[in-house]
């Protein structure tokens, strides 16, 4: 069998410590908290959540919308919630104006005030989420960014921005926006389910 060229706990550690480095900043817990509220408020006022990212960003999207339409740990109502991800969609928008406008030419379309846009870029310069985060700015619609490094310019732009701070590679940054969306999740079923409803 061929050797490695790398230690799978350099690999593992790494990974802890980019989760304690996040865990340790002293605003964590309530950016998280104001994100969930933020979030079940539009979906109590009759909105709804539009999620997106680029590569393993829109698979960490598509997962947290289906987790709300679908079910993550109760049996509860579906959540209002979609993903920007259909290739129709993408493949059209990007040919005929360009990659940068396929999430905000979703949102001037199907968003509406109140909404919120869960925008997911582990460097935080994605175009297509700064130019969504422009779109929910004239259309009233409240943007949350799961983001990496240092937020980029996307930190500025969006309404809440959750920053992992970590400047190597995306996966590190992937792997705790994945927990943060778990979160979310659990947060929203447990603000917007009744006690009543089981469990499996």
């Known amino acids: 069998m061929a050797q490695l060229s790398f230690d799978v706990m350099d690999d593992l550690k790494e990974s802890r410590q980019t989760f304690d480095n996040f865990i340790a900043a002293p ?16 979906i109590q006022n009759g909105g709804m959540v539009i999620s997106a990212g680029n590569g393993g ?3 960490d999207a598509m997962h947290f919308a289906e987790e709300l ?6 049996n509860r109502p579906s959540l209002p ?7 129709c969609h993408i493949t059209c928008v990007g040919n005929d104006y360009g990659f940068d406008f396929v999430f905000s030419r979703f ?24 130019e969504a985060c422009r779109v929910c700015k004239e259309k009233g619609m409240k943007s949350i960014c799961l983001l990496g490094k240092d937020g980029g ?11 992992v701070p970590h400047s ?15 979160i979310f999740i659990r947060g929203l079923e447990c603000l917007l389910t009744s006690p009543q409803m089981g469990q499996n």
């Not at 509406?112 to 700064?130: A, E, W, Y």
């Not at 190597?168 to 778990?182: C, F, L, M, S």
């Open 81 to 87: 919630a979609v993903s920007i991800c259909d290739p």
């Open 107 to 130: 949102l001037e379309g199907v968003g509406k005030k109140g909404d919120v846009f869960l925008g997911i870029s582990t460097s935080g310069n994605s175009r297509n989420i700064i």
């Open 27 to 42: 605003d964590t817990k309530d950016v998280i908290e104001k994100a969930i509220h933020m979030m079940a408020e539009s």
């Open 153 to 163: 310019k996307i930190k500025s732009l969006c309404d809440l921005p959750i920053i």
């Open 69 to 74: 339409t679908g079910r993550y740990r109760l």
């Open 168 to 182: 190597g590679y995306a996966d590190r940054i992937q792997e705790v926006h994945t927990t943060i969306i778990h």
């Open 57 to 59: 960003s829109m698979c």
